[in-house]
């Protein structure tokens, strides 16, 4: 699984984990290789591996510090407790705490906002996003740079000036 998660984090096009109800162990694993998650107000987080003896398997101890920070997922991971979705919300684990029956549509939206955007500069974006936890800053920012130079040779940007300039919505190609 945690070769398919990493696939998942590691797709050109964003991924938003909506979380009704539990997300637990490997659940939770999953939602934190989205590029994005929201919950409803009844969701529950936890990586409840410990109680069992083992350690979380698909990612855990790796991408849960980078959402929330080291002490709190070192607590959230060696108690095994569950946090629910405010506290999920404070912590940074999710964007956005939605009621249940507002979850779905909410989702939709965010997913539409995103479609509606240039493709390679979404792309881009998610790519230094994700990297940016990886060496150090002075790598992340070649990286940004590079991919910024990139973006600005595409056709969607000068869609996107003449959009901005026109005062309308811009048609992106992804090219």
Same mark, same amino acid.
Not at 38 to 45: D, G, M, R, V
Not at 62 to 85: H, K, N, S, Y
């Given at each position: 699984?945690? @070769? $398919?998660?990493?696939? $998942? ?11 009704? =109800?539990?997300?637990? =162990? ?9 590029? $994005? ?5 009844? +969701?529950?987080?936890? /990586?409840? @591996? ?32 569950? $946090? !629910? ?25 965010? /997913? ?8 390679? /500069? ?12 990886? =060496? !150090?800053?002075?790598?992340?920012? +070649? ?11 595409? @056709? !969607? ?16 190609? =992804?090219?």
């Amino acid at each position: 699984r945690q @070769e $398919i998660f990493s696939r $998942i984090e590691n797709l050109h096009v964003p991924v938003i984990a909506a979380v009704n =109800g539990y997300a637990l =162990g490997a659940g939770l694993e999953l939602a934190l290789a989205c590029s $994005i998650r929201i919950c409803s107000e009844k +969701a529950q987080f936890g /990586a409840p @591996e410990v109680k069992l003896g083992i350690i979380p398997g698909d990612g855990g101890t790796q991408r849960l510090p980078r959402l929330v920070g080291q002490g709190r997922a070192m607590e959230m991971i060696i108690t095994g407790d569950f $946090i !629910d979705a405010q506290e999920a919300y404070r912590t940074g684990l999710v964007n956005k705490v939605f009621p249940p029956e507002k979850l779905k549509e909410e989702a939709m939206e965010l /997913a539409e906002k995103i479609a509606s955007r240039p493709p390679l /500069a979404v792309r881009y974006a998610k790519e230094a996003v994700n990297r940016s936890q990886e =060496g !150090d800053s002075a790598s992340g920012f +070649a990286l940004e740079s590079y991919l910024h130079a990139l973006s600005c040779t595409t @056709e !969607d940007k000068k869609e996107g000036v003449s959009a901005f300039l026109e005062k309308r919505k811009g048609k992106f190609k =992804g090219k």
